[in-house]
């Protein structure tokens, strides 16, 4: 497909529907089910420990899962991908709901991951060919913003149908989320189909991106897993420290419910910013906003102060709304995308995981605050490295 020229318009609300309803629904399914599988293992007879790990198994399944979903999405193009990650993540639930054992559910959770790496990449990638570049950081923000809106409303339609059903209710919304998804990615016109009968090419071997592009892997590739490791680590950094300062579970609730308000209210803003003045402007303010939130944190002693370096720290998760696919849509060769974006996927995999993983290592060998302001100081280090290596201005103003 040729991309659309920045002198055509263009609305996405035109795509809204294929491109967003995916995205919407799979959110919707993310959180419903993930209040609730540590519950069900438990339910299982498994310890604490093992419904954990149990819960952290979709994440997991999604980092192993990122080359061989590049590999799949590059041969069967977007939609067909979306499509049968759908069905996998169905199938995956059904075993969810009638496991009899621990390691069934476990073994339903993963390949929930799996098929999730599936839906993600393909989502990302189809984004990026229907909408021209000019608008490129607007779509990718909204991609990641409907998602969140997902999985901000998910929970409570998994709870609706939980208070009659039981546990399993959770899962059953996430079936239903799921076969919308399924059935709006198969309707949609496969964006790419063109442009891949027209001009056949082979296929680069990823070990061939991972040498070509080394440089951006290792320059705004880190950067991309810091901003990760930030953003996984102010989910478990804020039920902590209201468990620190003494604070109720109801008030804790409120607190990260208007934290999710802020995140889910700025994606687009900071998209429109993105394509009109550069990345720089949206990826070193939120990289900054975010670490000394954390560090802030860490020397809060009351609810007040508390509640506003967290609306801060949700206020820079928000803007930064598709920064992770963003950079990598920017920095992508056009032959060998997915390949590309595979590997972008698991360097922000792997900061996810290791973030969670550094703050309780800091905490366990210090104290929770000192752990949390370490954490902040992982944004310092983002924004440096955006500095130095993110162009300031525009894609579409620089020479290809």
């Known amino acids: 497909m040729t991309p659309p020229s920045t002198d055509t318009p263009f609305s996405l609300?035109?795509?809204?529907?294929?491109?967003?309803?995916?995205?919407?629904?799979?959110g919707v399914g993310n959180g419903a089910i993930l209040p609730v599988i540590a519950l069900s293992a438990r339910e299982l007879n498994a310890s604490v420990a093992v419904a954990g790990l149990i819960v952290s198994l979709i994440g997991i399944g999604s980092l192993v899962s990122n080359i061989p979903a590049a590999l799949i999405t590059s041969r069967y193009g977007e939609r067909r991908s979306m499509v049968g990650a759908a069905i996998l993540s169905v199938l995956s639930l059904l075993l969810c709901i009638f496991a009899t054992h621990t390691w069934m559910l476990a073994l339903g959770v993963f390949l929930v991951g799996v098929a999730a790496s599936v839906f993600l990449l393909a989502r990302q990638t189809y984004l990026i060919d229907a909408v021209p570049s000019h608008m490129r950081a607007r779509a990718l923000s909204t991609l990641g913003g409907t998602n969140r809106i997902g999985v901000f409303v998910g929970p409570f339609a998994g709870a609706a149908l939980i208070h009659f059903v039981g546990l399993q209710g959770g899962y059953w919304v996430a079936v239903a989320a799921m076969v919308g998804a399924g059935l709006i990615a198969h309707l949609a016109p496969d964006m790419a189909s063109g442009a891949r009968s027209a001009t056949p090419q082979a296929k680069p071997r990823v070990q061939d991106i991972v040498r070509t592009h080394a440089k951006?892997?290792?320059?705004?590739?880190?950067?991309?897993?810091?901003?990760?490791?930030?953003?996984?680590?102010?989910?478990?950094?804020?039920?902590?420290?209201?468990?620190?300062l003494g604070l109720a579970a109801t008030a804790t609730s409120i607190i990260y419910g208007l934290v999710a308000a802020i995140d889910m209210s700025v994606f687009y803003p900071a998209g429109t910013v993105m394509d009109r003045y550069g990345r720089l402007w949206v990826a070193l303010p939120s990289a900054l906003l975010m670490g000394l939130a954390l560090m802030a944190t860490s020397v809060t002693?009351?609810?007040?102060?508390?509640?506003?370096v967290s609306l801060v720290l949700g206020f820079g998760n928000g803007i930064s709304s598709?920064?992770?696919?963003?950079?990598?849509?920017d920095a992508s060769p056009a032959q060998g995308r997915t390949e590309f974006l595979g590997i972008w996927r698991v360097i922000a995999d792997l900061g996810n995981s290791l973030g969670p993983v550094l703050l309780s290592a800091i905490t366990a060998v210090a104290s929770l605050a000192v752990g949390v302001a370490s954490i902040g100081t992982l944004g310092f280090a983002a924004a440096a490295v955006f500095w130095r290596w993110l162009p300031r201005r525009p894609p579409r103003h620089r020479a290809d």
């Open 216 to 244: 951006v892997f290792l320059t705004l590739g880190l950067g991309i897993l810091l901003v990760s490791a930030l953003r996984a680590s102010r989910q478990v950094v804020i039920p902590l420290w209201a468990d620190h």
């Open 322 to 329: 598709g920064i992770v696919m963003t950079l990598g849509a």
């Open 13 to 26: 609300k035109k795509i809204a529907i294929p491109a967003f309803g995916p995205s919407v629904l799979y």
């Open 301 to 308: 002693s009351g609810v007040i102060p508390f509640l506003i």
